[in-house]
């Protein structure tokens, strides 16, 4: 079935250290991948997306995400986080038309 | 720029009980989907529609009904609410009708079924 996963449900860390969420996919072909920001009682914002050529992507923040086809990955990084990053962020994947599938999401704490 | 705008924020209901919450966005789009965001389980489909007059079911559609008269609008209706339907409801559209484009989310309506 497809399916997006987050392995991990809360992230903490301190302000200025680097970032990795983790996000996997199941769908038989590479879909189109998103990740999305929710700060509290807000909707979600676009941080990037990736739909073919050149595997690392860049976004808005400072973001950026690596598409690994072998590993059905496409992992959301930060070199450095800053307190104002603290939120909830969600990978998406476009599998079939019309149809967003969500992961669960990981709530980031940033520590000061 | 309004986007895409959602009302209620905030809704209690009793069991049984019908209503509507509603969705409008001004920037023509042609894609207006619902999605309803419970704890541990992300963002889930519910209905969408890739226009006026042409709606389809999501991964979780039973209980809601919707319709699209107009490019603008999308109402969600719930004809008699349960408590598994509490959640946060998120209406979110986008343009063209294919996989590639960015999803524009409303603010979410906050709905709580007694």
């Known amino acids: 079935a497809q399916s997006v996963t987050q392995p991990d449900i809360h992230i903490t860390v301190s302000e200025g250290a680097s970032l990795e969420l983790r996000c996997n996919y199941s769908?038989?072909?590479?879909?189109?991948l998103f990740w999305y920001v929710q700060s509290p009682g807000q909707g979600l914002q676009l941080l990037l997306k990736y739909f073919s050529g050149d595997t690392l992507v860049q976004g808005i923040k400072g973001f950026e995400a690596e598409f690994k086809r072998s590993q059905s990955s496409f992992n959301l990084r930060k070199p450095s986080v800053h307190w104002s990053d603290a939120a909830e962020y969600f990978c998406?994947?476009?599998?079939?038309?019309?149809?967003?599938?969500f992961g669960a999401g990981t709530r980031l704490t940033v520590k000061p | 720029n309004a986007g895409v705008t959602q009302t209620p924020k905030f809704q209690v209901l009793k069991t049984g009980q019908s209503m509507t919450l509603q969705c409008a966005q001004d920037m023509n789009h042609e894609y207006m989907s619902w999605y309803r965001q419970d704890p541990g389980m992300g963002l889930r489909l519910i209905h969408y529609s890739v226009g006026a007059g042409i709606t389809d079911q999501g991964e979780v559609p039973n209980g809601y009904n919707v319709s699209r008269s107009t490019t603008e609008d999308f109402p969600l209706r719930l004809l008699s609410a349960a408590p598994s339907q509490t959640s946060v409801y998120f209406c979110?559209?986008?343009?063209?009708?294919?996989?590639?484009?960015?999803?524009?989310f409303g603010e979410g309506s906050r709905l709580t079924v007694l």
């Open positions: 769908y038989g072909a590479t879909p189109y």
């Open positions: 998406a994947a476009n599998m079939l038309p019309n149809d967003m599938r």
């Open positions: 979110a559209s986008r343009s063209g009708t294919g996989n590639t484009g960015e999803l524009f």
